[in-house]
């Protein structure tokens, strides 16, 4: 000190500083004060501190794939995919896994309430909310139609106990409405004209040569996602003829078109042309394309207005696009051709849906790769028309009670079905939705169902294959099966119909388990055992094999060229996102943060403008731009998307887009139209910051995402330069990965799976407009030159993570060492040591360390799905990724324990169990016999920035090109 | 700013010198080792079930000590208000003796199955009626074992 005491610290301020660092030290969580609860009694097969697996059924969407549920301590910590169930394989898409956030919402309805009147919203009791919605069902009893439920298909046992509660009240069948506003009906419908099948096909996609998706997302959403992505992904990574190839067929290249190898860029709504052209082509020269069905001659009337020439007119592509997939299709069988899909599901996507099925029927595909007969037809959902006429009937009055299943008609359909209005009409409407959504919010009660991991039941996705939906822990509030809400009506109501066996659901359920087992077991079987090992497994999985179909002999009317479309304005292209699914995901952060693969946009809408649209307009990515139908008019950050086709836009499913759309139907098939609109759009000279992942505005590809093709297989090393320091050596392992890039599809399952084991911290808006989003692992999107005859460019997805470089940048400059290489070749981030001075971000190529600029929050009860095994890193710490070294050390743990080392596959990181395509392999580099070091010496392996010399952990395995 | 840091430093000192004594903290039930773990010679994994098997050695649920106090001791007050707990359905709150920080991730399991006693990291617990934290807890007392015994001294082994 410089003694005069006026430069240097007052001595009453150095006392201050003491005694503040004093009260810091009694305060470290060591010294902290904490009660130990005794159990009661020890629950059996829990050992506090290790995990408690459950299988049960993920229900975001209809595809029902299996789930496992890791559970700590009572609560489920991390979803993940059932390995041995049938649809999804053992990996889960990255709306399954923000399940999790759904059952920890802190918006979640906690018990049932009494809304609207003069108290607004009131908690009130089990017994006041039943009795008065029993009341009310009692008064309408009898008088079909009065009584009426609004519900999501269910195909289990809820479902079931509904019919029978409404049948039981006197209502006619048609009082429930199974409400599903993305129904695939066009396909349906045409399977039925056809075939005279009124279901979806399945597909088996690893079965098939060439893929062609006509706007349809099945990478992303459509219809069976993690099963169709892993049935893709079987025929990719090889080089040659034997990899299967992928066309996308339509205006906008998202993610799914993003995997595509040729891209038919239509203009909006003219997939049905091409579909119809290829089917010409094949038909017309039947004498030149081998082995197509005798019924293919009879096809070439109905398609004679569809001449290549035409058809590449009616859709707006080069007819050699047509004539070259009519090659492809005819020369590469079997095939397999998709759609329609939310872009391409306007007026006419029957007659696309017709052409895709007759093209699968003439090269032979239907019984190969499209599969009838795997339906389960169990609650097909209503028709349009139905939804319809029940709005309607609610508006006259006619509705004294609607009971609403997970059905939410006011937030999903355009505001011109007017469910909103009707909803006023009806003098009870009660919601059994676990969270606030539109409708719910217009509902005098809330019954609130449990989440499917606090709840028994089960779903039937596939013939023969029902899943078992079972608790994985108790309900977190004061919620009730809505299944067994009606019971407990049917209990107040004295409706014997629903007495056997019991009122308590899980009595039903048990019992229908049984059923199930019986059949199962077959004569003489042990029908307990055959449930147990059911319940223990996850579901019933019995193969069913799929039906012989045959073309209905009745001749059919010819496919005829609509108008062209003359209205004002572009047509607005919808399409799905794997993160938003059916467009509802407010409760669901993760799903929120976690960027769109194609824009990299989180967080905010926004409407794609092609770039000549753009100039025209003079707007910018970034520019809130009013977009105006009929219908209504929004105002949304234009992106301006380099692979969008002219003359269009595109507007991502959610609720900006339903008030753009007409209350519009298709009579042919019952489907809502969610493609077709047209719209004008204006500048409103405003401009905000769109929350973007990649700084860069569009990067392009400078040598990350690597090709190699049958010509040159593989990836020439780069000239790597010197290095400063010795190599460290992997005495007993080295931890290493290998991406194949040519599998992986951008989905970003492995993404929200990693913010789920990992405990990453959501930021918001705000933060992540600043690019502080904390993602360890992100998906990177390169634009690639546009191909032949694509009007745009193409992308790659790169996934980007730590590559635990063996010479890694970051280490030598951590003055503290908190970051330093381990012996199994970990670049281990030690968060207790770290100081913030954030040298090895600035020294990372790969920039993939991310830094807490503030503490992170997780509103409670979000908190409770924290993992126990991993720290919660906090503000002034940087964090990465550390190939979960938590799940490494599990494995070694049990290893361990059995005296054995750990085998190859024992240890998987989230993102690897997550991903659909199986895109990433982990491994020890060690062992020679190891898949990823098999994969490692792949010669379509290389590292990202190879020439820096860092060593990576790291494989990516180069994407192939054809030629 | 150089007196700052010399505070800091200072409180640094004042810290570790200051180490508290071992702290002993008052219980519901006046439960005596010394009586269960000495005297009657019941092993340390007969209560606390989990330590070979989980990261946490775990406290007896009530039904353990049920399970003899519904025949043995049952004049005793502290053994009754135990009973009493257990009927009435009432969790015991015991207040925690041993406590690492958040950001430790230690293991049991790993201690005993490598050979390490109990009375190592929890003293002579069998010859004491009142349970106190006799191991200071910190990273260099860890480390030192470790070193000892020729065990992993990773940051990684610890922290995640």
Known sequence: MDGDGTTGLQRRTFLKVLGACGVEAGCSPAHAPAKLYAALTPEPNVVPGTPIFYRTVCRECAAGCGVTARTREGRVVKLEGNPEDPIGGGALCARGQASLQRLYAPDRIRGPMRQGGAGGSVAVSWEEALSRVGAAIAGARGRAGAVRLLTRPETGLTGRIQRQFLAAIGMPESGRVAFEPLDLAPLRAAGRKLFGRDELPAFDLAAARTVVAFGAEFLEGWLSPVELARGFAAGRGKVGPSRTRLTWVGPRLGGTGASADAWVATRAGGEAAVALGVLHWLVYRSHRVDGLPPEAAALRPIVAAYDPASAAAAAGVPVAAIEALGRELAERRPSALLGPGLPSSGPDAVELAEAILLVNFVLGNVGRTVLYGLDPRLDIPARAEEVEALVADMAAGKVEVLLLHHADPVGALPPGFGAREAFAKVPLVVSFSDLPDPSTRLAQFVLPDDHPLEAFGDVSPRAGVVQIDQPAMRPLWDSRAAAQSLLDLAKLLGLSALRAPSYALYDHFLAAMKVLAADEAGKGGDVEAARRAAMERGGFWKRAAPAEVTLETRPLAPFRMGPPPAEEGVPIVPFSTPLRGGGAVDAMPWLREVPDPTTSISWVPWVELPRALAERLGASTGEVVEVRTGAGAVELAAYVAPALRDGCVAVPIGNELSRLLPAAVDGASGAFLWAGARATLRKTGRTIVLPRMSVVAEPTQEGVVRWVSAAAPAVPSPEASEQMYPRPEHPKHRWAMAIDLDRCTGCQACVVACYAENNVAVVGPELAAQGRTMAWLRIERYFEPAREGAPGPGMDFLPMLCQQCASAPCEPVCPVYATYHTAEGLNAQVYNRCVGTRYCSNNCPYKVREFNYVDPVFPSPLNLQLNPDVTVRSKGVMEKCTFCVQRIRFAENAARDAGRPVGDGEVVTACAQACPSRAIVFGDADDPTSRVSALRRDSRGYSVLGELNTAPAITYLAKVREG | ?160
């Open chain 2, 1 to 160: 700013m150089r007196g700052l840091l010399a505070a800091v430093a200072a409180a640094g000192w004042v810290a570790a010198c200051g180490a508290p004594p071992p702290r002993a903290p008052a219980q519901p039930i006046p439960f005596s080792h010394r009586l269960h773990a000495g005297q009657y010679r019941m092993g340390c994994t007969l209560c606390h079930a989990y330590a070979a098997r989980g990261p946490v050695a775990g406290i007896p649920p009530t039904y353990r000590c049920y399970g003899c106090h519904k025949f043995v001791g049952t004049d005793k007050p502290a053994v009754q208000k135990v009973d009493a707990a257990f009927l009435a359905g009432q969790p015991l709150v015991w207040n925690r003796v041993y406590r690492l920080p958040d950001h430790v991730f230690f293991t049991h399991e790993r201690h005993v199955a490598a050979g390490v006693s109990c009375q190592t990291c929890h003293g002579p617990v069998e010859t004491v009626d009142v349970v106190a934290q006799v191991a200071p807890l910190t990273m260099g007392w860890c480390i030192d074992c470790h070193r000892q015994r020729n065990a992993p001294t990773d940051c990684l082994t610890c922290h995640k």
